[in-house]
């Protein structure tokens, strides 16, 4: 992972015989990962991970989610995962008109088809939420 700082983006470099993709990163978010770049992260230089132990070894997934699942106890979210995050994401791009393309490269699916599943969910609660304003 190699974050772009001109460009405010962060590239993902291939994986076996996936593609790597590059993600569009907001100011916020550009910011925070430079701040973690610069002050939080050891200073290992031959990583090509973002996140690393003080080793230099890359985080392990099941410690990430631990770590997670902590905060979102903290905040008082209830039986949330990680990838949650993943569809909330693609579901609220995809509801403010986000183009479905853009949407399914970013988020590294390999048929667009798998991103038109999330339009049935923005589907469900547009209609519920246009029940309870009496629209329908």
């Known amino acids: 992972m190699q974050v772009e700082k001109e460009t405010g983006s962060l590239s993902i470099p291939k994986k076996s015989s996936k593609d790597g993709r590059t993600i569009p ?20 230089d031959d990583s090509r991970h973002l996140f690393i132990t003080k080793t230099g070894k890359p985080l392990l997934v099941r410690n990430i989610r631990s770590t997670m699942e902590r905060y979102f106890k903290l905040a008082g979210v209830e039986k949330a995962k990680v990838n949650d995050l993943r569809h909330t994401f693609v579901a609220h791009h995809l509801s403010q008109g986000t183009n479905l393309l853009f949407i399914s490269k970013i988020a590294g699916h390999k048929r667009i088809s798998t991103t038109e599943r999330y339009l049935q969910y923005i589907e469900r609660v547009e209609i519920e939420e246009k029940t309870e304003l009496g629209v329908l």
């Not at 990163?25 to 925070?32: D, S």
């Not at 430079?34 to 050891?42: A, G």
């Open 25 to 44: 990163l907001n100011k916020a978010v550009v910011e925070a990962v430079k701040k973690y770049l610069d002050q939080e992260r050891p200073k290992i």
